[in-house]
Each structure stands twice: as structure tokens, then as C-alpha cells.
């Protein structure tokens, strides 16, 4: 069982950075995936990146890499999205999802625990 929560969402300018942190409770919270997905208006729910359980892997959309970092701290029950450079496009809600896999997942179905989201706004 882990229970998620988002905080760290705004609104910036473009080219500005936003961290975004995901506070997780529950005792397995260190042996899971980790991931941040985001859902803008009238679109669907998106990959943005993942984190195995110890930090040695992660996966990047596309769209992101090179200008968003997750990572976690374990000790801390915490993962985080440093997000630089931010574009209008990523204007989205933000959400931290958990995983029972033993591997990293991109698919929005193999993830279990869900924050309930922080609104991140990137104006031009």
C-alpha cells in the first residue's frame, strides 16, 4: 500500500524551472518504480519519466529529455521531477504514480498508486 502526494506546481515563464515533489507513505515505498506523468486539457494522460527502485535507471519521454530530472530519495519517502526550461507545452497536471512491477514501466496501466496531482503552468 503507498499513498502519494504532489506539491511543488505553479506558474512559471517560459524557459523557467519548476521541482516538483511526490511525498509517499507506506512501508514497500522503497522497492517500488517510480514515475511522473502529466494530463493537459482535452488530452490524454501522458509518460513523462521513471526511476527503478535504487535510482540506477531511468526513462525519459521524448519530449522531456535533456530538460527534466526525477529522482528519489528513499530515506526521505520523497521522489522529485527537476523540471528546467520549461515550455507552454508542458503546461499539465502533474501527477506521481507507483508501480508493483519490479521494472520500470512507461504504460499509464502498470502503475497502481496514483497523487491526486499539481498544476503546473508555463506561460509564454
Known amino acids: 500500500q503507498v499513498q502519494l502526494v504532489e506539491s511543488g506546481g505553479g506558474l512559471v515563464q517560459a524557459g523557467d524551472s519548476l521541482r516538483l515533489s511526490c511525498a509517499a507513505s507506506?512501508?514497500?515505498?522503497?522497492?517500488?518504480?517510480m514515475a511522473w506523468f502529466r494530463q493537459a486539457p482535452g488530452k490524454e494522460r501522458e509518460f513523462v519519466t521513471a526511476?527503478?527502485?535504487?535510482?540506477?535507471?531511468?526513462y525519459y519521454a521524448d519530449s522531456v529529455k535533456g530538460r527534466f530530472t526525477i529522482s528519489r530519495d528513499n530515506a526521505k519517502n520523497t521522489v522529485y521531477l527537476q523540471m528546467n526550461s520549461l515550455k507552454p507545452e508542458d503546461t499539465a497536471v502533474y501527477y506521481c504514480?507507483?508501480?508493483?512491477?519490479?521494472?520500470?514501466?512507461?504504460?499509464?496501466?502498470?502503475?497502481?498508486?496514483w497523487g491526486q496531482g499539481t498544476q503546473v503552468t508555463v506561460s509564454s
Open positions: 504514480a507507483a508501480s508493483t512491477r519490479a521494472t520500470m514501466a512507461r504504460s499509464l496501466y502498470e502503475y497502481n498508486y
Open positions: 507506506g512501508r514497500t515505498f522503497s522497492t517500488n518504480p
Open positions: 526511476i527503478s527502485w535504487n535510482s540506477v535507471s531511468t
